[in-house]
């Protein structure tokens, strides 16, 4: 059985995580919207239906795009760097070549993506050695090319291409464990709903984290000490309400840590 504990490191250390000075550590931040929420818990993932972060059994994904221009040698995206996880929670990385609207599949298996997608121009055709590039089209990443169950989408935010999560889930790796360190989350004007983090263990939700109640306002909730989300596990954050036309926004950080490593920088008492 896994349990969702908390511990706690201070924040100049965070600061040094987002430096990337620390070994074995990694800064983690995802983020949604989700409009017209309605009654039901829905996921924070602008809006994309049929979303999970996690497959039940690992397996190819497949990634098409709304434009002609996002191909090799076209002015759009030309490659994705995804950063996966394989059947094992292990993570691994490949690149795909686009094909513009045609529908292009992963050479490996996956059950799910914890970290974000990099829209790119390989430069030398190799990562790291890339150039970013801004997407033309709506990307697509789909883990059933038959169903064409959406599981992430690519959009143009703020004029970038990055996907810095359309999903506000997060699943952590074999060997890692994630602590939280904060909460944001917004409502529309003259609305109210409530949002809530829910952690899952295989498939089962275990936990829920915490929960905003939010009415005409924008909550940042600093976690001291931060919520600790065990390899394996899901963190997602989901959102309801009562009323009509309600559009949420909601975000967290967190930092990875390799659990070899965890007491290693800082006292975790």
């Given amino acids: ?31 949604g919207k989700i409009e017209e929420v309605g009654t039901l818990v829905n996921s924070i993932n602008f809006g994309i239906s049929g979303v999970t972060p996690l497959k039940t059994v690992a397996g190819k994904f497949h990634l098409s795009s709304t434009s002609t221009d996002d191909a090799l040698g076209e002015i759009g995206a030309e490659a994705i760097l995804l950063n996966g996880l394989d059947a094992n929670f292990i993570q691994t990385q490949e690149i795909v070549v686009l094909d513009g609207t045609t529908v292009v ?18 430069t030398g055709g190799q ?78 939700v275990v936990a829920t984290l915490i929960a905003f109640d939010l009415f005409e306002n924008t909550i940042s909730l600093p976690l001291n000490p931060p919520s600790n989300v065990p390899e394996k596990s899901v963190i997602e954050l989901t959102a309801f309400s009562s009323a009509a036309g309600v559009d ?21 008492l």
Wanted: aromatic share 14%; no cysteine; hydrophobic share 45%.
């Fill in 248 to 268: 949420v926004f909601a975000s967290f950080e967190a930092v990875l840590v390799e659990n070899k490593f965890i007491g290693k920088f800082f006292s975790i």
């Fill in 1 to 31: 059985m896994s349990t969702f504990i908390r511990r706690g490191f201070p924040k100049d250390f965070l600061l040094e995580v987002q430096k990337g000075n620390v070994e074995g550590h990694t800064a983690v931040f995802r983020a």
């Fill in 127 to 204: 990562y790291p050695l890339f150039t970013l590039r801004e997407a033309q089209g709506e990307i697509t990443v789909y883990d059933d090319i038959g169903e064409e169950i959406e599981v992430m989408k690519i959009g143009i935010f703020g004029g970038s291409s990055f996907n810095f999560g359309s999903h506000a889930a997060y699943i952590v790796p074999l060997s890692h464990t994630l602590f939280i360190s904060q909460f944001t989350a917004g409502v529309n004007q003259g609305k109210n709903a409530v949002v809530e983090a829910r952690g899952q263990f295989e498939g089962t």
């Fill in 105 to 122: 599949s992963t050479v490996n298996d996956y059950i799910g993506f914890p970290s974000s997608l990099i829209v790119f121009h390989p």
